[in-house]
């Protein structure tokens, strides 16, 4: 069965979210976010618009997808458990506090995760539990 749960498929939802995340911010200024501020130029604006709306896009499938299947509190939760998790790296000494470019990388690699989790949550808890959300359910 397609639905089924299986550690590849998370891998390429894993590989998906980070290739949003990345694509739309990171620390190396090579980023839509970093287009768009430092190149005004108006002749690539249509390119510019474009590229936003499919990121808008993919932004709006994991957003819509975590905030189902994990909810409010399961998505805060999942943000509450990698942002300890850094604290954890960083109070611990395995992460320096002061290393702002790596402390980015860990934080957009921790939002991939959240996406990714909240994208596989469903498929997770039906292998766990045996328990079938409504959208799932073939007419």
């Known amino acids: 069965m397609a639905s089924n749960f299986s550690w590849s498929g998370f891998l390429t939802r894993f590989v998906a979210a980070l290739m949003l995340v990345f694509v739309t911010y990171n620390p190396e200024q090579l980023s839509y976010f970093h287009w768009i501020v430092a190149d005004r130029d ?7 618009v474009f590229a936003g709306v499919v990121l ?5 499938v994991f957003l819509r997808a975590t905030l189902r ?13 990698f942002g300890t998790l ?17 402390i980015s990388y860990l934080l957009l690699i921790a939002l991939a995760a959240v996406l990714s989790t909240g994208m596989s949550w469903s498929h997770i808890r039906r292998r766990m539990s045996g328990q079938v959300d409504v959208d799932d359910v073939d007419d």
């Open 56 to 60: 808008l896009i993919g932004w709006t």
């Open 86 to 102: 850094l604290w954890v790296m960083v109070d611990f000494g395995w992460v320096a506090a002061n290393d702002r470019r790596l």
């Open 69 to 81: 299947s994990l909810g409010l509190i399961g998505t805060t939760l999942a943000i509450a458990f």
């Open 42 to 48: 108006t002749q690539r604006l249509a390119l510019k």
